[in-house]
């Protein structure tokens, strides 16, 4: 019985390396990089841009037509193709199943219509390509323990989204260590000023904002990690889930695109009195983009509206009171 049992499992093998599908132990594949070609990959031939996890992601354009993922820059005798379990298969979809194949002729991943902005990932763990039309984002918000409205809802620091990219936002602004807030030195992005249903996060935890280069979107709550206390310029490309983080300086003498206070106004706030000087300079205030306002010089009443400012570092209050 032993010996029949082996045969049949020797014939499965055989059958299974004939017709290209995978066999190989659990769900571990050792695939370092992929490309597609097809009739709707314009140039003939992208590469994919590896993510942690054994994704590999693209995010462009598209033509109508088909889409072949394969192991190779170019096809030949050693190229294996990424093909769906089912015919006609469209690159849009929710998370669909493929094989491992050498059959050049297996057919694709359909593309329907021309668009610019089509996305997906290939995930090789779970061997499967999931597949949108993305849609860009109307806002992107900053919230944490180190960032001036803290971990509040409503109150969190909108991004500015580039002039000539949909899908490009940046912020500038002061992060500093806060130990009046739960994880005083971690931030987040949120795709709205509330905590659903968009978020993007780094891929670790804690992981410094300037070492990191790509995100995720969604997935596991990690959140980024303060390095030091300074002027930051964060610039996220929600599209292809790109991240970028510059260090300006620790105050305005190092970057003058945002004020920051002087030591001579880190005194406490009072009622009415969000500050307090002798004799008062020209008080710097920024709002909740980072963006300087200028006050009046000489006077505790500044010209600023009311509204939510940053001073020295925190949140401070300018109301009809004052």
Request: overall charge neutral; aromatic content about 10%; hydrophobic content about 35%.
């Amino acid at each position: 019985m032993e010996r029949i049992n082996r045969l049949i499992a020797l014939i499965a093998v055989t059958l299974l390396t004939a017709t290209g599908l995978p066999w190989q132990t659990g769900n571990a594949q050792t695939i370092e990089n992929l490309w597609i070609t097809g009739s709707a990959v314009p140039g003939g031939t992208q590469q994919l841009t590896p993510f942690p996890g054994n994704q590999f992601k693209f995010a462009g354009e598209l033509l109508p037509g088909e889409v072949k993922v394969i192991t190779t820059p170019e096809p030949n005798e050693q190229t294996q193709y990424l093909a769906p379990r089912y015919y006609k298969a469209y690159i849009v979809n929710n998370g669909l199943a493929y094989q491992l194949s050498r059959d050049a002729a297996q057919p694709g991943w359909i593309v329907t219509f021309r668009e610019t902005r089509y996305r997906f990932t290939v995930n090789t763990d779970t061997r499967r390509l999931t597949g949108e039309l993305f849609q860009p984002w109307d806002e992107l918000f900053l919230v944490g323990g180190c960032v001036a409205c803290g971990w509040n809802a409503y109150v969190m620091l909108p991004f500015r989204r580039d002039n000539s990219e949909l899908c490009l936002w940046t912020w500038t602004g002061p992060l500093r260590e806060d130990t009046g807030n739960v994880e005083p030195r971690r931030f987040k992005i949120m795709g709205q000023n509330a905590w659903d249903p968009k978020q993007l996060h780094p891929y670790s935890q804690d992981e410094s904002p300037l070492t990191t280069s790509q995100l995720r979107t969604g997935g596991d709550d990690n959140k980024w990690q303060l390095p030091r206390d300074g002027i930051y310029r964060l610039t996220v490309d929600v599209f292809r889930e790109t991240f970028h983080a510059e260090y300006l300086g620790s105050s305005q003498d190092d970057h003058t695109a945002v004020n920051t206070p002087h030591a001579a106004d880190s005194q406490p706030a009072v009622a009415g009195q969000p500050w307090q000087a002798s004799p008062p300079p020209a008080v710097p205030l920024y709002d909740l983009q980072g963006r300087p306002v200028t006050t009046t010089a000489g006077s505790r009443r500044d010209s600023a509206p009311d509204g939510i400012y940053i001073h020295n570092g925190k949140k401070v209050i300018i109301g009809k009171s004052r």
